[in-house]
C-alpha cells in the first residue's frame, strides 16, 4: 500500500474543539472541513501547526502542507538596493497602530492566479477579536501620513504566524516583513511561518522545510 492509500479522509469538525494529526492531511495539505473561527479554535490549529484557508464564505478549511515554507529571521535576505531603501529614511513603520485597516488593504489587494480574497467577512471578524485578544498584530508602513504597506498575523510567542501583506508602492512589504523579522530575532523567535511558498517569499530568504521538522520547530524540539 503507498503513502497516498494510507491517508484517511478529510475530516468534518463539529462544535468539539480538535483537529486531527496532521500526518492525516492530503497529498495537498487539506486536513479538516468545517468547525469555526474562534479564538480558541484558532489558537489551537496554529499550535497545531495548521492553518485557515478557504474563499467566499464556504465551509472553513483546514491545511497543514508537507513541505511548508518558513523564513529564519536571521536568514533574511537583503538587497543592496534593499538596504539603501532602508537607509534612506523613506518608510516609517509602526506596530498595531491600524490593524483593521492594513487586514482590509490585504483583502483588496489583486494577486496573481487569485480571482478574489480568502479575507472573507468571517475571517476578517475572526481575526480582528483576534487582535483585540492580543494575538494578531499588525506592522504598517508609511510613506509620509499615507499607509502604502504592511503584514498581519498571529503571535504565538515563539514564532509568527504571517497571515497576509500588501504593498502600493515598491518595497513597502519588504520594509514590513524586514522589521518584523529583526523584532522576532530580537527576541529569539524560531522562525516566521510563511505557509504557502510564494516567489517573493523565496527572494526574501524563505525556506522549503518538510512537516515533520516544521512540527519539531513548532514544539521547540529544534
Given at each position: 500500500?503507498?503513502?497516498?492509500?494510507?491517508?484517511l479522509?478529510?475530516v468534518?469538525?463539529?462544535?468539539?474543539?480538535?483537529?486531527?494529526?496532521?500526518?492525516?492531511?492530503?497529498?495537498e495539505?487539506?486536513?479538516?472541513?468545517?468547525?469555526?473561527l474562534?479564538?480558541?479554535?484558532?489558537?489551537?490549529?496554529?499550535?497545531?501547526?495548521?492553518?485557515?484557508w478557504f474563499?467566499?464564505?464556504?465551509?472553513?478549511?483546514?491545511?497543514?502542507?508537507?513541505?511548508?515554507?518558513?523564513?529564519?529571521?536571521?536568514q533574511?535576505k537583503?538587497?543592496k538596493?534593499m538596504?539603501?531603501?532602508l537607509?534612506?529614511?523613506r518608510?516609517?513603520v509602526?506596530?498595531n497602530?491600524?490593524?483593521?485597516?492594513?487586514?482590509?488593504?490585504?483583502?483588496?489587494?489583486k494577486?496573481?492566479g487569485?480571482?478574489?480574497?480568502?479575507?472573507?467577512p468571517?475571517?476578517?471578524?475572526?481575526?480582528l477579536?483576534?487582535?483585540r485578544q492580543?494575538?494578531?498584530?499588525?506592522y504598517?508602513?508609511w510613506?509620509?501620513?499615507e499607509l502604502?504597506?504592511g503584514l498581519y498575523g498571529?503571535?504565538?510567542?515563539h514564532?509568527f504566524?504571517?497571515e497576509?501583506?500588501f504593498?502600493?508602492?515598491?518595497n513597502?512589504?519588504?520594509v514590513?516583513?524586514i522589521k518584523?523579522?529583526?523584532?522576532?530575532?530580537?527576541?529569539?523567535?524560531?522562525?516566521?511561518d510563511?505557509?504557502v511558498p510564494?516567489?517573493?517569499?523565496?527572494s526574501?530568504g524563505?525556506?522549503?522545510v518538510p512537516r515533520?521538522?516544521?512540527?519539531e520547530?513548532?514544539?521547540g524540539?529544534?
Amino acid at each position: 500500500m503507498d503513502n497516498q492509500e494510507r491517508k484517511l479522509p478529510v475530516v468534518f469538525l463539529g462544535r468539539e474543539l480538535w483537529f486531527p494529526p496532521v500526518e492525516n492531511a492530503s497529498e495537498e495539505g487539506l486536513l479538516a472541513i468545517g468547525g469555526d473561527l474562534s479564538v480558541e479554535r484558532l489558537l489551537l490549529a496554529y499550535n497545531s501547526g495548521i492553518f485557515p484557508w478557504f474563499n467566499d464564505d464556504a465551509l472553513v478549511l483546514w491545511w497543514s502542507p508537507d513541505p511548508r515554507m518558513v523564513l529564519f529571521p536571521d536568514q533574511i535576505k537583503i538587497s543592496k538596493s534593499m538596504q539603501k531603501v532602508l537607509g534612506s529614511n523613506r518608510f516609517q513603520v509602526t506596530k498595531n497602530n491600524c490593524f483593521e485597516k492594513v487586514i482590509d488593504a490585504c483583502a483588496l489587494i489583486k494577486r496573481k492566479g487569485q480571482a478574489g480574497t480568502w479575507i472573507t467577512p468571517n475571517m476578517r471578524a475572526a481575526y480582528l477579536e483576534m487582535h483585540r485578544q492580543g494575538y494578531a498584530h499588525s506592522y504598517e508602513v508609511w510613506k509620509q501620513d499615507e499607509l502604502v504597506g504592511g503584514l498581519y498575523g498571529v503571535d504565538l510567542g515563539h514564532v509568527f504566524c504571517g497571515e497576509s501583506m500588501f504593498s502600493v508602492v515598491s518595497n513597502a512589504s519588504k520594509v514590513a516583513l524586514i522589521k518584523l523579522a529583526e523584532e522576532v530575532w530580537d527576541k529569539r523567535y524560531t522562525m516566521i511561518d510563511c505557509q504557502v511558498p510564494t516567489d517573493y517569499l523565496k527572494s526574501m530568504g524563505g525556506k522549503m522545510v518538510p512537516r515533520k521538522q516544521f512540527m519539531e520547530l513548532l514544539k521547540g524540539k529544534v
